[in-house]
């Protein structure tokens, strides 16, 4: 159930419900109190010797095949953005059991920009699917497995060794309460698709629906209709729809949202890191564009099979400057 949504709340928890003029000192000392810390020193990692693999099926041909491309097709490690105009932010939703509280593979990875000199937030999507290299000597495997395996310091090694993509600080989000969240704002109006349509609900029809908490969740996640592109691009659809609630919602709602999302957060962002990010956000919430994106996208990736996982396999060196040159708010362009 938390698979979906992480992206949408977290431009909500610092960008929105902040940005509203809310966050005065009282909410500033409830931020700060409330919300949960990530300590990247004291997390359980795994060793490579232990790590495991989504196996789906079993194709040794196509393992064989795969096995001389992968080498000359995937770059180990790719020259480092400078991206020191913005702040990068990593949102990671992870695909809890609610049986096994550990730390579990990220089911949702997204990358928000801050440009506070343009007022842009970019939100790109990196799929889970991703066959990479691991640091710190684990094997190629999918990107989802870096947190898993380490967590964000981890994840943080591999998004900067295979995309070039450096990471200022993550949050990591637990969306049980997404439903209630979307219910607070009075819902989102969402168009759905003819194929869409039976699976948020019994009563939705082909184009704009009202969605509740509920049905809002069951469009986010579903991957029946098409693949993991299309249900990345309902998350940040939603996202979206979210951010403008949020932005336009009364000061009590505000604050009963801040309550909420407070209790689904963790984050390895200091005080002062999330001080300078809501003092530079909260002037020009009204005025904030979001542009959002997805990694990999067309020409910078092939499907394929290895160790028995069905993979999208990057061209690294094409997905590091495709993020470069459009996907980062840079002040230049």
Not at 33 to 54: A, K, L
Not at 275 to 284: G, I, M
């Amino acid at each position: 159930m938390k698979k979906i949504v992480k992206k949408v709340i977290i431009v909500v928890l610092i960008v929105s419900l902040v940005g509203l003029g809310v966050l005065t000192k009282q909410v500033y000392d409830r931020v700060f109190s409330t919300i949960g810390r990530i300590d990247h020193e004291g997390i359980v990692t795994i060793n490579p010797e232990d790590e495991d693999f989504e196996i789906a099926v079993t194709d040794e041909t196509a393992d064989q095949e795969l096995a001389e491309k992968i080498e000359n097709y995937l770059f180990p490690t790719v020259e480092p953005i400078d991206h020191s105009p913005l702040i990068n932010i990593l949102i990671v939703g992870q695909d809890q059991k609610p049986e096994d509280n550990t730390r579990q593979r990220s089911d949702v990875m997204m990358l928000c920009s801050y440009n506070k000199e343009t007022n842009e937030v970019h939100v790109t999507s990196f799929l889970r699917d991703l066959y990479v290299k691991l640091p710190g000597g684990y094997s190629h495997n999918k990107l989802n497995a870096a947190y898993h395996f380490g967590g964000f310091k981890l994840l943080y090694q591999t998004m900067l060794d295979n995309f070039g993509v450096k990471i200022d600080g993550g949050i990591e989000i637990d969306f049980n309460g997404f439903v209630e969240i979307v219910d607070l704002l009075g819902g989102v109006d969402m168009y759905l698709t003819a194929e869409e349509a039976p699976y948020v609900s019994t009563n939705s029809t082909e184009g704009i629906n009202h969605l509740n908490g509920r049905k809002a969740l069951n469009y986010a996640r579903t991957r029946k209709t098409d693949d993991d592109f299309g249900r990345t691009e309902r998350q940040r659809k939603v996202l979206v729809a979210l951010f403008e609630k949020v932005r336009h919602a009364d000061l009590e709602t505000v604050n009963e949202i801040i309550d909420k999302v407070l209790t689904m957060v963790k984050t390895d962002m200091s005080d002062a890191m999330i001080t300078s990010l809501v003092t530079s956000l909260l002037p020009k919430m009204s005025t904030l564009e979001i542009t959002t994106h997805c990694v990999p996208s067309k020409g910078n990736f092939m499907y394929g099979f290895a160790r028995g996982m069905r993979v999208l396999i990057p061209d690294n060196q094409k997905i590091r400057d495709t993020i470069e040159a459009e996907y980062l708010p840079f002040s230049d362009r």
